[in-house]
Antibody, heavy 120, light 107 residues
Framework: QVQLQESGPGLVKPSQTLSLTCTVSGDSISGGGYFWSWIRQNPEMGLEWIGYIYYSGNTYYNPYLQGRATMSRDTSKNQFSLRLSSVGAADTAVYYC????????????WGQGSLVTVSP | DIQMTQSPSSLPASVGDRVTITCRASQSISNHLNWYQHKPGKAPKLLIYGASSLQTEVPSRFSGSGSGTDFALTISSLQPDDFATYYCQQSHSTFYTFGQGTKVEIK
């Protein structure tokens, strides 16, 4: 059974960098056929896809984040991470990590979500 | 980017009702459409992928249809566990986008 678990600070100050890590069990993030994504949800934007890191290590991001998002991975720990710079109140959201399938672009496994609040 | 528009936003319904949620894409996305169920405090759950394929272990009362720009999720007989918010998501473009959600609530 594939499981994902988000971890990271729940409170970030405006203009600082949000950092989250997703720990994966039951699958290898460097195995083929899947990509690993961050998705967030807030009342204003609904569900918003942030980006993904492919099993090869390639990354792709939501262009509306204007270059603020960076994803990386640690294959030895089977973890992937998100850094979102210059955060503001609009970045307050529940952040999910999820596994996406190559064939249909569907997200079949998700973490439970991590609430991040941007506040002084 | 491809805009996804769901209707209705809110759907009051009773146990046993047949429920249909629609999702329209701003351009043709072939069958690159997925549906999710989301309950507060829980991870979203994949229901349907490829517009009409039922995800493993999802009850058969859920079905998906459509192609091109117009899609539907149907629950044939609403059960108590089905009161939740439902989202569509397109995967035609690598810039994945979701609908705004449809909340199925108790009438």
């Amino acid at each position: 059974q594939v499981q994902l678990q988000e971890s990271g600070p729940g409170l970030v100050k405006p203009s600082q960098t949000l950092s989250l890590t997703c720990t994966v069990s039951g699958d290898s993030i460097s195995g083929g056929g899947y990509f690993w994504s961050w998705i967030r949800q807030n009342p204003e934007m609904g569900l918003e896809w942030i980006g993904y890191i492919y099993y090869s290590g390639n990354t792709y991001y939501n262009p509306y984040l204007q270059g603020r998002a960076t994803m990386s991975r640690d294959t030895s720990k089977n973890q992937f991470s998100l850094r979102l710079s210059s955060v503001g109140a609009a970045d307050t959201a529940v952040y999910y990590c999820a596994r996406g399938g190559d064939a249909y672009g569907d997200f079949d496994y998700w973490g439970q979500g991590s609430l991040v609040t941007v506040s002084p | 980017d491809i805009q996804m528009t769901q209707s209705p936003s809110s759907l009051p319904a009773s146990v046993g009702d047949r429920v249909t949620i629609t999702c329209r894409a701003s351009q043709s996305i072939s069958n690159h459409l997925n549906w999710y169920q989301h309950k507060p405090g829980k991870a979203p759950k994949l229901l349907i992928y490829g517009a009409s394929s039922l995800q493993t272990e999802v009850p058969s009362r859920f079905s998906g249809s459509g192609s091109g720009t117009d899609f539907a999720l149907t629950i044939s007989s609403l059960q108590p566990d089905d009161f939740a918010t439902y989202y569509c998501q397109q995967s035609h473009s690598t810039f994945y986008t979701f609908g705004q959600g449809t909340k199925v609530e108790i009438k």
